[in-house]
């Protein structure tokens, strides 16, 4: 442990697992809040009631909702991410799909695939689009598992 203004500093390299098996039993669960673009960070902090805890990920593994990040004999640490405010758009068909999904491309709109769902950040305009082009859509609160993040495939436009 090292020391920091708030107190002593725990970095841990992995959470101790995750809320959706791990027994807290007559603990006291503390949440630390965070937002999904955050789970693409390697390095972060957060202020606890035991002082400041830094997570530190190696490889290609992100934090995700209900990660613990600390547990002892009366105090459990864990990970809040916030709810994204997303359209979930559930195209009727293959083609009606293709085309929503080149058209938010064209806009270069980092997208989600869940299931048969395509899932955007909320923007007026592409509530419009969607509304527009007939793509059965939803506006929802959901946490993410992952940040939305853009395609890594550069190109140029002629």
């Given at each position: 442990?090292?020391?920091?203004?708030?107190?002593?500093l725990?970095?841990?390299?992995?959470?101790?697992?995750n809320?959706?098996?791990f027994?807290?039993?007559k603990r006291t669960?503390?949440?630390?809040?965070?937002?999904s673009?955050?789970l693409?960070k390697r390095?972060?902090?957060f202020?606890t009631s035991?002082?400041?805890?830094?997570?530190?990920?190696?490889?290609?593994?992100?934090?995700?909702?209900?990660?613990v990040?600390?547990?002892d004999?009366?105090?459990?640490i864990?990970?809040?991410?916030?709810?994204?405010?997303v359209?979930?758009?559930?195209?009727?068909?293959?083609?009606?799909?293709?085309?929503i999904?080149?058209?938010?491309g064209?806009r270069h709109?980092p997208?989600?695939?869940?299931?048969?769902?395509l899932?955007v950040?909320?923007?007026p305009?592409?509530?419009?689009?969607l509304?527009?082009?007939?793509?059965?859509?939803a506006?929802?609160?959901?946490?993410l598992s992952?940040?939305?993040?853009?395609?890594?495939?550069?190109?140029?436009h002629?």
């Open positions: 442990m090292r020391s920091s203004k708030n107190g002593p725990l970095v841990a390299a992995a959470p101790v697992g809320l959706a098996n027994r807290i039993g669960l503390e949440r630390v809040v965070t937002s673009d955050d693409a390095l972060l902090r202020a035991r002082g400041d805890i830094g997570l530190r990920l190696d490889g290609g593994r992100h934090p995700a909702d209900g990660d990040l600390y547990a004999d009366a105090l459990v864990a990970l809040d991410v916030t709810p994204d405010d359209l979930v758009c559930r195209p009727k068909s293959m083609a009606q799909a293709l085309s999904a080149h058209a938010f064209n709109l997208v989600q695939i869940d299931g048969e769902t899932l950040r909320y923007d305009l592409v509530e419009e689009l509304h527009a082009t007939q793509v059965p859509y506006r929802e609160q959901r946490k992952a940040p939305f993040r853009h395609a890594s495939a550069p190109h140029g002629a």
